[in-house]
T-cell receptor, first 110, second 113 residues
Framework: KQEVTQIPAALSVPEGENLVLNCSFT??????LQWFRQDPGKGLTSLLL?????REQTSGRLNASLDKSSGRSTLYIAASQPGDSATYLC?????????FGKGTRLSVIA | DVKVTQSSRYLVKRTGEKVFLECVQD?????MFWYRQDPGLGLRLIYF???????EKGDIPEGYSVSREKKERFSLILESASTNQTSMYLC????????????FGAGSRLTVL
């Protein structure tokens, strides 16, 4: 059964820093990996989706990478801003519905 | 953009009541999902549906049922609400074409007293 782990559970950084969020998964037979953002009390918003044949995807200040062989994905946020403060979740899609990590709660301090 | 609408943002119910949570999508997505989210436990899949009148159990279906009579609507039913069902409930849809992006509704916060 697929397991998705996100470390650390919480992260606090000063504004302007570049940062990396980590996601690891146990079964490399995935179709894609998706990164989401969740603001407190709200639903999830899709940020980036990486197909299994791809190595990375970029959207603005966000860059997500995928290494299936090592079972890892990273979300890189450049020049962080207080508005980036939220919980970030990754999810893997395979033969079963998406499996989510528990998320990393990011705080960007002005 | 796909819009996924959950009918109630906040509900307060009493133990033993029957609760309906409604989810409606405005695109022709085949797949719909119900998750619950709890602190420290993350998102857990309750039920999902690949098509009208079809349903599959997720990881934690006990105490829940679902209904999908029309493609755009997927309902989660708590036959007899209990306090341990106090949670945030999230509906999502997925289309098996192109990018296969999972799209979520805003969530329904249910409190069972």
């Amino acid at each position: 059964k697929q397991e998705v782990t996100q470390i650390p559970a919480a992260l606090s950084v000063p504004e302007g820093e570049n940062l990396v969020l980590n996601c690891s998964f146990t079964d490399s037979a995935i179709y894609n990996l998706q990164w989401f953002r969740q603001d407190p009390g709200k639903g999830l918003t899709s940020l980036l989706l990486i197909q299994s044949s791809q190595r990375e995807q970029t959207s603005g200040r966000l860059n997500a990478s995928l290494d299936k062989s090592s079972g890892r994905s990273t979300l890189y946020i450049a020049a962080s801003q207080p508005g980036d403060s939220a919980t970030y979740l990754c999810a893997s899609a395979g033969n079963t519905p998406l499996v989510f990590g528990k998320g990393t709660r990011l705080s960007v301090i002005a | 953009d796909v819009k996924v609408t959950q009918s109630s943002r906040y509900l307060v119910k009493r133990t033993g009541e029957k609760v309906f949570l409604e989810c409606v999508q405005d695109m022709d997505h085949e797949n719909m999902f119900w998750y619950r989210q709890d602190p420290g436990l993350g998102l857990r899949l309750i039920y999902f549906s690949y098509d009208v009148k079809m349903k599959e159990k997720g990881d934690i279906p006990e105490g829940y049922s679902v209904s999908r009579e029309k493609k755009e609507r997927f309902s989660l039913i708590l036959e007899s609400a209990s306090t341990n069902q106090t949670s945030m409930y999230l509906c999502a849809t997925l289309r098996y074409s192109g990018a296969n992006v999972l799209t979520f509704g805003a969530g329904s916060r249910l409190t069972v007293l």
